[in-house]
C-alpha cells in the first residue's frame, strides 16, 4: 500500500485541533510531514528519523508530531489558524538520500 | 543558503518538443539532486535522481544535466507527451541531512 494518509479531506473551524495520520507499510525509518501552498513548493513541517526522534522543519509552528511506533507518525494542529489551510503530505524514506515515498494528501480546509 | 531555486513556474509545449526546467542552488554540501513528479490529486513521485560526481543522467525521455562550478541542474523531457503534464519539484540534499529542500515547482502543460 505504501503510505497512506487520513483524512483525505477536512473542513476545521478556527480553533479547532486536528491530527492527521500517515502509515507507511515499508518499515522505513525515516517520516516527513510537508504542506503544499502554491508558489512555495513542498515545506517541511516536521520530520522524523526514529521512534520517538522527531525534529522541527521550516514551518513548524502551531503543529506537533509523534511517533510511537515505526509505521505511524501523527501531526497535530494544536489550534487551527486560516494560515494553515493547505494540502499535507506525508512521506517516507529508507534514509534521506534515498527517494522519498508520498501519500496522496490531505487537504485540509479551516474557516 | 538552503534554497532551490526553480523557473519557470509555468511551461507550455507541444506535443514532441522538449521541456526545459532549470534549478540552481547555493548550498556546496547537497550531493543528491533528486526530481519528482506530481499528478493532480496525488502526492509527489520519484521520477529520477542524480549525483554531482557525473554531469548527466538519462532514463528514457527524460535526462537531467548537471553543472557543479554553476551550482545548477536542469530536467529535459525530450518528446514531451500529454501525459506528462503534470507539476514537477527539483530537490537537494546532502550526505548527513535529514532535510530535503524541495524547489517551488513548475506545472508543465504538453499540448496535444
Known amino acids: 500500500a505504501g503510505v497512506t494518509q487520513t483524512p483525505k479531506f477536512r473542513v476545521l473551524k478556527t480553533g479547532q485541533s486536528m491530527t492527521l495520520l500517515c502509515a507507511q507499510d515499508?518499515?522505513?525509518?525515516?517520516m516527513y510531514w510537508y504542506r503544499q501552498d502554491p508558489g512555495h513548493g513542498l515545506r517541511l513541517i516536521h520530520y522524523?528519523?526514529?521512534?520517538?526522534?522527531?525534529d522541527k522543519g521550516e514551518v513548524s509552528d502551531g503543529y506537533s508530531v509523534s511517533r510511537s511506533k515505526t509505521e505511524d507518525f501523527l501531526l497535530t494542529l494544536e489550534s487551527a489558524t486560516s494560515s494553515q489551510t493547505s494540502v499535507y503530505f506525508c512521506?517516507?524514506?529508507?534514509?534521506?538520500?534515498?527517494?522519498?515515498?508520498f501519500g496522496d494528501g490531505t487537504r485540509l480546509s479551516i474557516l | 543558503q538552503q534554497q532551490v531555486k526553480q523557473s519557470p513556474q509555468s511551461l507550455i509545449v507541444q506535443k514532441g518538443g522538449i521541456s526545459i526546467i532549470n534549478c540552481a542552488y547555493e548550498?556546496?554540501?547537497?550531493?543528491?539532486f533528486p526530481w519528482y513528479q506530481q499528478f493532480p490529486g496525488k502526492g509527489p513521485a520519484l521520477l529520477i535522481a542524480?549525483?554531482?560526481?557525473?554531469s548527466e543522467k538519462k532514463e528514457g525521455r527524460f535526462t537531467i544535466s548537471f553543472n557543479k562550478s554553476a551550482k545548477q541542474f536542469s530536467l529535459h523531457i525530450m518528446d514531451s507527451q500529454p501525459g506528462d503534464s503534470a507539476t514537477y519539484f527539483c530537490?537537494?540534499?546532502?550526505?548527513?541531512?535529514?532535510?530535503?529542500?524541495f524547489g517551488a515547482g513548475t506545472r508543465l502543460f504538453v499540448k496535444a
Open positions: 522524523s528519523y526514529g521512534v520517538k526522534d522527531t
Open positions: 515499508m518499515n522505513h525509518e525515516y
Open positions: 530537490a537537494a540534499n546532502y550526505t548527513g541531512g535529514f532535510k530535503t529542500i
Open positions: 542524480i549525483r554531482p560526481d557525473v
Open positions: 512521506a517516507s524514506s529508507q534514509n534521506p538520500l534515498q527517494p522519498q515515498h
Open positions: 548550498n556546496t554540501a547537497f550531493d543528491y
